[in-house]
């Protein structure tokens, strides 16, 4: 266990699977649906019989009653692939407390969201990789199932640092195309960015059959901008600081956060994406829960 | 605006105050590393123009807000004219009344005049804003400086009682200015409360140049004038002039020169009656007045034909002006206007000679004799109106005798002879003679044109006097024991025309005043008053030599005649004389000889309309026929008048009763509130819903 993955936390989740929205395709099986046909107790389909099918498939029953052949077919159970996205731009070291590092910054949540997952989609047998996505591709972890590599995910998870600007749209396309089968892509990001920059990378990971989910973190004062006095804001990603007072632009900022976020909603509801907007001040181990519940089959 | 509590002003700055809080509170932020900068950066480009302006507006009101409490507590004066004044509470407060028959316009619904108006207000505002100034009082009546204790002693005193006078504005403002320069008064304020009437304003005279000369060179009088220049809507004034008696075959009669003066709506023909009171009896007539004036000359009244001597008066009906409704009169038969002249040379006393005989008026009887100095004891002292003295100088025994003659009120005129300076009298001396050069001469350069022999006519002309040429004067000294001397002295500097200097013992009395003077200050004719009279040095003489008085014969003519009406006045049977021209506590002898007259009390008797008897001398008192003309002074004649002096002035009409100034912190309290409300509104938080809240919140 690492720090940021709490031991209750993972106790009381561990109850509830991790299950994909969509069929996956893995390497052995699991306790996930699969696309093909295969060996599990759950009845599927009959078809005709064709020449080269195994014939110990064939329903003889059905051969009596119907003198035809029919093949039983069943459901096969895989295992699921969790990528976790997650961004590890400047932004990403955001506090509430305003300051530069602190131990409650969005990366910090980030990285017990993506922990405690990765924890969870390992004990079920799944694999797990790990994609770091700051100004480019940092660091990426292919998914597998073993421990050793959940070791390695963890690692790396606690060695993420929040620097530079960022650079997700990219990284968002890169993990497309190196993810070879479907996967459960989880995004734990502050979506920093036009939304317009995402949509194109949510439809590429979509095209290629990927249950997206997307954890979208913010802070409540960047959503109320609750303040009153005149405050020098230092912008975690390099652009110059500015020194303003917030009751002169606080509707105005108010309105922009409610565009961003009405778009951002649409955006992932177009590309079908399972957009979910967490707050720090949230415990993320209710969110996780609230996630793992929605998705229970 | 003048205010209570000035000294509370002295937290004005503190208007500044959140201004100062804006800059500390930038310089005070705190430092925040953000995330979501790119909100921030839409939020200004959205906010630039609405924010700024509506920042700006929050500090506006911050500071109207401490602005209104700082005024509110301050307890600011104001009324009907804002910011009249400024600076606070004068050191000394000069108030010019005027108690002319003009002030007294009444408004109809009220019943308060122009002057009770203008008092009221006046004790009012000084109560409430300046309780603790120096109060003066200078009336049209006295001219004099009164101190008053308190400003609620206004309302009571008899110096602000109705009068039917006429008032000069230039001399009251020249007491005023006399006195701050005697009492080096501080910051001063000077209220006029006047009706603008031109014949007092005098906006022509010369004394307006000295009056600004003399303010000018003090520093914080201001000028407040409290201006009634609103017409009646319907006023008629009634005067009588020329009124004498005559004898006809079987009766006598009374005939006189009747006037009425409209002012108001003079657009319709307007019906008058008129009440004739002639020893008691009345006898109405009406009169149609159309246009604003009705000359009536040659009005005739039967009278009995024993009565050969009498009173009456002409009464209107109540309108806007009740002070010009009467007017009285009396008669008798004509005196003989006697003038004496004591000359050693009679050829040289026959220009005063032949001007002193001719009478103006065709009924009346003048003479002149003409006396050696040592013939001075069979003048008629009682029955003489005029004398003229063209010999050396008195001896004490006729000196003492011509100063009991003027004492009565008469006149007195000295004339210097060549080669006869010695000797004095009253500390007044010739000298030399002196002349101009060749083919040169001395002119006029100033002399009085608003009273005195050589004032100017009824109409308001000028006397020709600057016309007169003077080739050779006789300086006047003053002895020792006076102060001042009108000059020729080396050394000394004569006072300028106009001008009035007290002199020596008793200056009470005793006051010279410069009637006309040659260019380069040197005193033509000069006065010297004595009791109830005057006598008077005339620095040249009449004859070809000295002058052109005798080319320029009507300046000499109408100097003798007016001197000698001067001491008839006080001699004659009848006489009709002008309200305030008679001194009072002579009027106090006085018997009336009508019901209206006998209500007068005997120290207001010399200012109110009356006739009078005493012994077989009868006088008629009415108000001076100037205070008829509804003429008043335009605002580029003030303008002209009062120069670059500091002067404010606020129109008023008869019986208004808003006050000059009231409390007003109420007001500012109010624009406090407003300022803190529109504070308040301004800085109201955005009420939309927080955005904050995630869209899924459920937990285990």
Known sequence: MRDFIDPEVVARLSAIPLDARLPMIGNVSGRHRSPTRGSSLEFSEYRKYVPGDDTRRLDWRTWGRTDRFYIREYEADTNLRLCLIVDVSGSMAYCPSGQKTGPDSKLDYARRLAGTLAWLAASQGDAVGLFCAGESFKREIPPRRSSTNLRHVLDEMGAMRAEGTTGLPDALHIAAEKIPQRALVVIISDLMMDPELLRSGFQHLRFRRHDVVVFHLMEKNEIDFDFDRPVRFVDLEGLPPMLIDPISIAKEYRKAVQTYLENIKTMTRDSAVDYRRVGLEQNYADVLAQFLLARKR | ?700
């Open chain 2, 1 to 700: 605006m003048t205010f209570l509590q000035p000294l509370l002003l002295l937290a004005i700055p503190l208007i500044g105050l959140p201004i100062l809080i804006h800059l500390i509170n930038q310089n005070r932020h705190r430092t925040i590393h953000w995330a979501a900068t790119m909100f921030l950066i839409q939020a200004r480009k959205m906010a630039t123009g609405m924010a700024r302006l509506r920042y700006i507006l929050i500090l506006i009101a911050r500071m109207l807000t401490i602005a209104g409490l700082i005024f509110a507590v301050s307890r600011p004066l104001s009324g009907g004219w804002l910011a009249l004044t400024a600076g606070g509470v004068p050191d000394t407060t000069i108030i010019v009344l005027d108690r002319s028959v003009s002030m007294e316009h009444t408004d109809q619904g009220t019943g308060r005049s122009r002057r009770r108006t203008a008092i009221e207000k006046l004790s009012q505002l000084l109560q409430e804003s300046a309780s603790s100034t120096h109060l003066v009082l200078i009336d049209s009546v006295t001219k004099k400086p009164t101190k008053l204790d308190s400003a609620s002693d206004l309302l009571e005193s008899p110096l602000v009682q109705d009068s039917a006078t006429a008032s000069d504005i230039p001399s009251l403002l020249q007491a005023a200015a006399d006195y701050v320069s005697e009492n080096e008064t501080g910051r001063t304020d000077v209220w006029v409360c006047s009706d603008l009437q031109a014949s007092s304003w005098d906006a022509s005279g010369g004394r307006w140049e000295a009056l600004r000369s003399a303010f000018a060179s003090r520093q914080g009088v201001r000028f407040n004038l409290l201006t009634y220049t609103d017409l009646p809507k319907h006023n008629v004034a009634v005067s009588l002039r020329n009124v004498h008696r005559r004898a006809t075959a079987d009766s006598a009669e009374l005939v006189m020169d009747l006037k009425l003066t409209r002012t108001g709506d003079l657009s319709q023909p307007f019906r008058v009656p008129l009440t004739f009171v002639i020893n008691g009896a009345r006898t109405t007539t009406e009169l149609e007045i159309s246009g604003d004036t009705l000359q009536r000359n040659g009005h005739i009244i039967s009278v009995d034909r024993d009565a050969t001597k009498g009173w009456g008066r002409v009464e209107l009906p109540q309108d806007g002006n009740p002070a010009d409704n009467a007017f009285t009169f009396v008669y008798a038969e004509p005196d003989v206007h006697r003038t004496v002249i004591v000359a050693d040379d009679p050829v040289a006393a026959e220009p005063f000679r032949i001007a002193a005989a001719t009478s103006q008026q065709k009924n009346q009887n003048s003479e002149a004799i003409v006396l050696a100095p040592a013939q001075a004891s069979q003048i008629l002292w009682d029955s003489t109106a005029f004398i003229v003295w063209m010999a050396a100088m008195p001896d004490d025994a006729t000196a003492a005798q011509l100063k009991s003659y003027v004492q009565s009120g008469r006149g007195l005129l000295f004339v210097p002879v060549a080669g006869l300076t010695a000797g004095e009298f009253d500390g007044f001396r010739w000298n030399e003679w002196k002349s101009a050069d060749e083919n040169s001469h001395f002119s006029v350069g100033q002399w009085r044109t608003d009273s005195d022999l050589l004032a100017n006519t009824r109409s308001g002309s000028p006397l020709p006097v600057s016309r007169l040429q003077v080739r050779q004067y006789c300086p006047l000294t003053i002895n020792a024991t006076n102060q001042n001397q009108p000059g020729g002295e080396p050394g000394t500097q004569p006072p300028s025309a106009g001008t009035s200097t007290e002199s020596g013992a008793g200056a009470a009395d005793r006051i010279v005043s410069v009637l006309a003077q040659l260019d380069g200050g040197i005193p033509l004719l000069t006065r010297m008053s004595l009791g109830d009279g005057a006598y008077y040095f005339l620095g040249t003489r009449p004859e070809p030599e000295y002058s052109t008085m005798l080319n320029q014969g009507v300046v000499f003519y109408v100097m003798i005649q007016r001197a000698i009406a001067q001491g008839a006045a006080i001699l004659g049977g009848a006489s009709g004389r002008n309200c305030g021209t008679v001194p009072d506590d002579l009027m106090q002898q006085w018997t009336a000889l009508d019901p209206e007259s006998l209500e007068i009390v005997p120290s207001r008797r010399s200012l109110l309309p009356g006739v009078f008897q005493s012994g077989a001398r009868q006088i008629s008192l009415n108000r001076p026929l100037t205070e008829d003309d509804s003429q008043v002074v335009a605002d580029e004649q003030l303008e002209q008048m009062f120069g670059t002096l500091d002067f404010v002035r606020i129109q008023d009409q008869s019986g208004q009763q808003s006050s000059l100034a009231s409390e007003i912190w109420r007001l500012f309290l109010g624009l406090m509130i407003f300022a803190l409300l529109a504070e308040a509104v301004l800085c109201l938080p955005d009420r939309s819903p927080s955005l904050a809240k995630p869209n899924q919140a459920t937990s285990l």
